[in-house]
């Protein structure tokens, strides 16, 4: 899979070399099962029509720039992409997000970052919105899909309990340390790379303090042990760490009951 970072500034370049593909849209923070669903949906359009799957996203989150609300991310672009790949995704356009390109208008946003790109068809979830105040909608993707000759399917709700899954409702499980549940919503356990020296590593969240039951992927093998999240960037780990590399990855299984720990 390629990843291509696109700033305002280089489109020209990038509609010039771009291949034609189907298209699936969205943020997509932690790719839960909601959105695995609309990826895939889009690799069969891919398939379907022998031609290249993208994915187009964005970076920083929107809410981030235009709320300047700080986002507790699921995972950093490397995670994301990782699993993009693994889905079937061949390329990943990661579009800066800024004031700027906020401002441009429903159509303006298609026509220079879906329709020069190449797009034969896309592919989106029920509730996506774009442009401007947010104000395109799947109803006006169909419309402009249509009036472009280009494919549009939309994705329905894909739910949990009744509810639908979304990287919201995660990001709340991983307030709570409600870890347990996460398997089910995004198709693996929660996951966070963490550096013993520097702590958690950016654009991942780590469940609320308290004890946990986890196991260290060390690359070659998983180990099970007890984790303390001790803030928002430290864990301890009870065991063997001196013995782990500087570098893991964390897969968070479930809260500890009445654990006691002796130093
Ligand atoms: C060109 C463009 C302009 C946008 N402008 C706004 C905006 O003014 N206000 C807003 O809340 N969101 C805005 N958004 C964010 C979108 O509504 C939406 O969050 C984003 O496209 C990611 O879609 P998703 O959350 O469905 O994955 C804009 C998105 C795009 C692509
Ligand atoms: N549960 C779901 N079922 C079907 N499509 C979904 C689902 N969740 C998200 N999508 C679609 O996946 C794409 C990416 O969505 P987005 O990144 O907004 O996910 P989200 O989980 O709704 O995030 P947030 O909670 O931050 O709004 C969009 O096209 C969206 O419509």
């Given at each position: 899979m390629r990843i291509?970072?696109?700033e305002a500034h280089q489109l020209a370049g990038i509609q010039q070399r771009a291949p034609r593909v189907v298209?699936?849209?969205g943020y997509f923070d932690g790719v839960h099962v909601g959105h695995q669903k609309v990826i895939l949906a889009a690799k069969k359009q891919a398939v379907k029509?022998?031609?290249a799957l993208a994915v187009l996203s964005f970076f920083p989150h929107?809410?981030?720039?235009?709320?300047?609300?700080a986002?507790?991310?699921l995972e950093p672009i490397e995670q994301k992409a990782?699993?993009?790949?693994?889905?079937g995704v061949d390329i990943f356009y990661v579009v800066q997000f800024t004031q700027e390109l906020a401002q441009l208008s429903p159509d303006c946003f298609l026509e220079a970052y879906v329709r020069k790109l190449r797009v034969q068809h896309i592919v989106c979830g029920f509730d996506y919105t774009y442009g401007h105040k947010a104000l395109g909608n799947t109803d006006t993707l169909a419309v402009y899909a249509a009036a472009h000759r280009i494919g549009f399917t939309a994705v329905r709700a894909y739910k949990w309990h009744g509810e639908k899954i979304s990287s919201t409702k995660i990001r709340e499980h991983v307030r709570r340390g409600d870890v347990r549940t996460l398997p089910q919503l995004l198709g693996t356990y929660y996951t966070t790379k963490?550096?013993?020296?520097?702590?958690?590593l950016p654009y991942y969240t780590l469940p609320q303090q308290g004890h946990y039951h986890v196991l260290i992927d060390t690359g070659s093998t998983f180990i099970p042990c007890l984790a303390t999240v001790l803030s928002a960037t430290k864990v301890q780990l009870h065991g063997d760490e001196p013995?782990?590399?500087?570098l893991l990855t964390i897969q968070w299984i479930e809260q500890a009951q009445d654990v006691k720990i002796y130093a």
């Amino acid at each position: 899979m390629r990843i291509q970072f696109v700033e305002a500034h280089q489109l020209a370049g990038i509609q010039q070399r771009a291949p034609r593909v189907v298209m699936a849209l969205g943020y997509f923070d932690g790719v839960h099962v909601g959105h695995q669903k609309v990826i895939l949906a889009a690799k069969k359009q891919a398939v379907k029509q022998g031609i290249a799957l993208a994915v187009l996203s964005f970076f920083p989150h929107p809410k981030s720039v235009l709320q300047r609300q700080a986002i507790h991310y699921l995972e950093p672009i490397e995670q994301k992409a990782q699993k993009l790949e693994q889905l079937g995704v061949d390329i990943f356009y990661v579009v800066q997000f800024t004031q700027e390109l906020a401002q441009l208008s429903p159509d303006c946003f298609l026509e220079a970052y879906v329709r020069k790109l190449r797009v034969q068809h896309i592919v989106c979830g029920f509730d996506y919105t774009y442009g401007h105040k947010a104000l395109g909608n799947t109803d006006t993707l169909a419309v402009y899909a249509a009036a472009h000759r280009i494919g549009f399917t939309a994705v329905r709700a894909y739910k949990w309990h009744g509810e639908k899954i979304s990287s919201t409702k995660i990001r709340e499980h991983v307030r709570r340390g409600d870890v347990r549940t996460l398997p089910q919503l995004l198709g693996t356990y929660y996951t966070t790379k963490y550096c013993q020296v520097t702590g958690v590593l950016p654009y991942y969240t780590l469940p609320q303090q308290g004890h946990y039951h986890v196991l260290i992927d060390t690359g070659s093998t998983f180990i099970p042990c007890l984790a303390t999240v001790l803030s928002a960037t430290k864990v301890q780990l009870h065991g063997d760490e001196p013995s782990l590399p500087q570098l893991l990855t964390i897969q968070w299984i479930e809260q500890a009951q009445d654990v006691k720990i002796y130093a």
